[in-house]
Nanobody, 124 residues
């Protein structure tokens, strides 16, 4: 059984930084791509960032490019999302997701495994 567990989010001032982490346990498929999605109240879950197994290919939604950085440590089965220059509109529940294989998709339906989500609130 594959399990993903996100670190605790938090309350951050605009312009501040926060790093989310996600631990992945029970890896039956070997290689897997990972991604971060987020969902704000009243809105659909949206893609934030994804990274392939090798870590060489990274993808970001336009609104976070230059501010967020995704990374992974396969030895530790960890995935990270470094969020800098946070804005009010980044407030959401953030979810870590994993998909078997090495294709990093932007579509939630492509991911088989999900974390429970962690709240990130940007407020002054």
């Amino acid at each position: 059984q594959v399990q993903l567990v996100e670190s605790e989010g938090g309350l951050v001032l605009p312009g501040g930084s926060l790093r989310l982490s996600c631990s992945v346990s029970g890896r039956p498929y070997g290689r897997y791509a990972t991604a971060w999605f987020r969902q704000a109240p009243g809105r659909e879950r949206e893609f934030v960032s994804a990274v392939t197994w090798s870590g060489l290919r990274k993808y970001y939604t336009d609104s976070v490019k230059g501010r967020f950085t995704i990374s992974r440590d396969n030895d530790k089965n960890m995935v990270y999302l470094q969020m800098d220059d946070l804005k009010f509109e980044d407030t959401a529940v953030y979810y870590c997701a994993a998909a078997p294989g090495d294709t990093a998709s932007m579509k939630p339906a492509e991911y088989s495994f999900w974390g429970q989500g962690t709240q990130v609130t940007v407020a002054s």
